[in-house]
């Protein structure tokens, strides 16, 4: 009969060590996987404060943010062209290597005034 008892409190310890097992790891879980969300951070306050108290300022912002992001992006793109192809444009061309030709539209027309007489 102790034998009996023996194995029926030795099964007993092994589902309830298995059970608190199996409630341990569903606890760490569930307390895992569910998030707590943080309080606002100064800079989240901050940043609320400047740009997103009202729709107006948010869109406002954005459109400044947009034009400078524009102008940056078109000189920078400028500069690279400007780069690239120095030499090979009309404004990076040095004219000076090129024949420099005379006006002669001047003696022209003081020999038509002449005729004119």
């Given at each position: ?14 589902a309830?060590?298995q059970r608190a ?6 606890r760490t ?13 100064n ?8 740009f997103?108290?009202?729709t107006?300022?948010?869109a406002?912002w ?14 920078t ?16 061309t ?7 030709f ?16």
């Amino acid at each position: 009969m102790n034998s009996i008892i023996a194995s029926r409190s030795a099964m007993l310890w092994r589902a309830s060590a298995q059970r608190a097992l199996v409630n341990t790891s569903r606890r760490t879980v569930t307390s895992s996987a569910v998030t707590k969300i943080a309080a606002p951070t100064n800079f989240v306050k901050t940043w609320y404060e400047v740009f997103g108290k009202s729709t107006a300022t948010y869109a406002s912002w954005l459109v400044i943010l947009f034009l400078v992001g524009e102008a940056t992006t078109c000189s920078t793109r400028d500069a690279l062209w400007e780069m690239m192809n120095s030499g090979h444009t009309f404004k990076s061309t040095d004219w000076s290597k090129f024949d420099q030709f005379d006006d002669d539209d001047d003696d022209d027309d003081d020999d038509d005034d002449d005729d004119d007489e």
